[in-house]
């Protein structure tokens, strides 16, 4: 088989090392990867949002299967597009993207189709907007209605500063077009955990329940990030608590999807509160996490391509009872290392020291994932972008994986790294 993974971060990166250890797969193109990749695929200068280029390279190098990493050009129709062309996508439809692209529709699908959800309100107007915050108790969570690369979610107690928030939201001034139209919805108290299944429209497969970080500094302080580390299983769920959230949660996603119309193959991805009353849905991805991918993909044993074509292809649940793949029961650790400054402004260029040359990702039981990395002009691994890397240990119990997680990351340097102490670590 031959694969084109879209996109050039930390998650296409794992996703492009996964496809590439499968067994049948041939060639891999990554479009446009990043230095990391090239050590499993032959990265192609194409912008994610360049359909008409995407669709040329899988005509010219008879791809067989592109796989999508990112929300963007879901949002903008790149499974329509290569679909309706004759050549299989994994990764759901500009529709079904719509579960991430627009978080009022999200809210609406988890209402229509009983999903447990935080109380909501979808608004456009300040005045009624204000009102609205002065009906309801507080802490308030503001959401932009569009993508805001993660961006999107202000967490207020104070009045004040909700109005303020919400006039800056509205007017376009916060988050361009995105912010228009917002949610303010219910503050949830509890632990935040990921849920993911990959779709192929007439069934899903669960993947291991995995945490990511979403705050930079220890203890979660500090301004959200994409996520600076995550693990995976998680010791706080239980087996009846992942059998709500499988049941109660994924499965009724995907039959709400169907319910609409809409053939879903790809990934859902709910990112949860896990609430004293229950788990509740607090948005979905319609792709993999990042870094959630980078933990969970090595937590998978088996032909990890072909499950992504039998998604593509409709025929998910015959790949799955043919043992196509299965869950290893080693604990996953990852750790993001980022640049001096992130998640706001970063200096970019900086030399990245402890690096293997050859780029080696696949050394055992620990595995360094690029993200925000480049080559400069004398063809030296730099930093590239905010997170810069990820390190992923594998390993028989969570404690082993995460001490082996930081010696490996400790030996990888640039100036002003930084990353969380305390990913895998009890109280996180
Ligand atoms: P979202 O993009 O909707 O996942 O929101 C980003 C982050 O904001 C989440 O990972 C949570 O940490 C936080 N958040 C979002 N919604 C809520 C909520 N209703 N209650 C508490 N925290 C929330
Ligand atoms: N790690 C959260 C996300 O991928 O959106």
């Known amino acids: 088989m031959r694969v084109l993974v879209v996109g050039s971060g930390g998650r296409e990166h794992a996703l492009a090392w996964a496809i590439y250890r499968s067994p049948g797969v041939e060639k891999v193109w990554v479009a446009p990867g990043n230095p990391g990749t090239k050590t499993h695929g032959v990265n192609v200068p194409i912008d994610p949002l360049d359909f008409d280029a995407i669709y040329d390279l899988c005509r010219e190098e008879s791809i067989d299967l ?74 308030w969570v503001i959401k ?20 303020k928030a919400i006039g800056e939201m ?54 959200m990030t994409g996520g600076m580390g995550a693990y ?9 608590m992942e ?21 879903y193959r790809g990934v859902i991805y709910a990112g949860l509160m896990l609430t004293e009353d229950g788990p ?25 391509a072909g499950l992504l074509l039998a998604c ?13 793949i299965e869950i290893r029961d080693e604990a996953a650790v990852t750790i993001v290392l980022a640049s001096r400054g992130y998640p706001g402004g970063y200096p970019k260029g900086l030399p990245i020291e402890g690096i293997t040359d050859s780029g080696d990702t696949d050394s055992g039981d620990a595995m360094v994932f690029h993200a925000g990395t480049g080559l400069d002009e004398g063809g030296r691994l730099v930093t590239s972008g905010g997170r810069v890397l990820a390190v992923t240990a594998l390993m028989p119990i969570l ?30």
């Open 66 to 139: 592109v796989v999508v990493g990112p929300e963007n050009p879901l949002a903008a129709g790149i499974a329509d597009f290569v679909t309706d062309r004759g050549i299989l996508v994994f990764g759901p439809t500009g529709t079904g993207a719509q579960l991430e692209a627009s978080k009022s529709m999200a809210k609406d699908f988890m209402a229509r189709h009983g999903i447990p959800h935080a109380r909501y309100k979808v608004l456009e107007q300040v005045e009624d907007a204000v009102d609205y915050v002065r009906s309801v108790p507080g802490p």
């Open 144 to 163: 932009a209605d569009g993508l805001a690369y993660g961006k999107g979610v202000t967490i207020v107690s104070d009045v004040n500063e909700a109005e």
């Open 170 to 223: 509205l007017s376009g001034k916060l988050h361009g077009e995105a912010g228009r139209r917002i949610v303010i919805e219910e503050y949830l108290e509890g632990i935040e955990a990921t849920a993911m299944a990959l779709c192929d429209g007439n069934t899903i497969f669960c993947l291991p329940m995995v945490k990511d970080h979403k705050r930079v500094y220890e203890g979660d302080k500090g301004p």
């Open 232 to 240: 995976s299983p998680l010791p706080f769920v239980t087996p009846e």
């Open 243 to 263: 059998n709500t959230i499988y049941r109660d949660i994924l499965y009724k996603t995907f039959l709400g999807l169907k319910a609409d119309g809409i053939d």
């Open 280 to 304: 509740k849905v607090l948005e979905y991805n319609v792709r993999f996490g990042d870094p959630e991918a980078q933990c969970v993909l090595p937590r998978l044993a088996g032909d990890f």
């Open 312 to 324: 593509a292809l409709g025929c998910l649940e015959s790949f799955v009872s043919g043992k196509g």
């Open 399 to 428: 404690e082993e994986a995460r001490s082996k997680a930081y010696g490996v990351l400790s030996q990888i340097t640039f100036p002003g790294a930084h990353y969380r102490k305390d990913i895998g670590g009890l109280d996180t």
